[in-house]
């Protein structure tokens, strides 16, 4: 017997989780909301340093002036929550990844 060329005989067709808004959007599979969203954000040391990062285009590297400015523009547009990637130059990282203490 062959599958896929079997068909199912219903006396109707099943409509009843599209009658009302309120069941659609209980029964829909995906709904996202700018809220659920994670913003990734680079930081760098300094004052209104903005470095380009190579390997991300159009992302960069945001001193906590220019940081500042950017989560006030998520948060704008409905993004609640970031998450905060530190940026370390090569002279101050140790063999064991741990920052020198200066």
Sequence with gaps: MNLLS???ELPRRLRRNRK???IRELIQENTLRSSQFVA???????????????????VHRLSLDFLMKEVEELYNVG???????????EEKKR???QRSSE
């Excluded at 993004?79 to 130059?89: G, N």
């Design 20 to 22: 009302s808004s309120a």
């Design 6 to 8: 079997t068909s199912i």
């Design 95 to 97: 063999p064991l990844w």
């Design 40 to 58: 990734p954000l680079f930081v760098v040391e300094g004052n209104s340093e903005r470095q380009i990062i190579p390997s991300l285009p159009g």
């Design 79 to 89: 993004i609640r929550a970031v998450d905060l990637f530190a940026y370390i130059p």
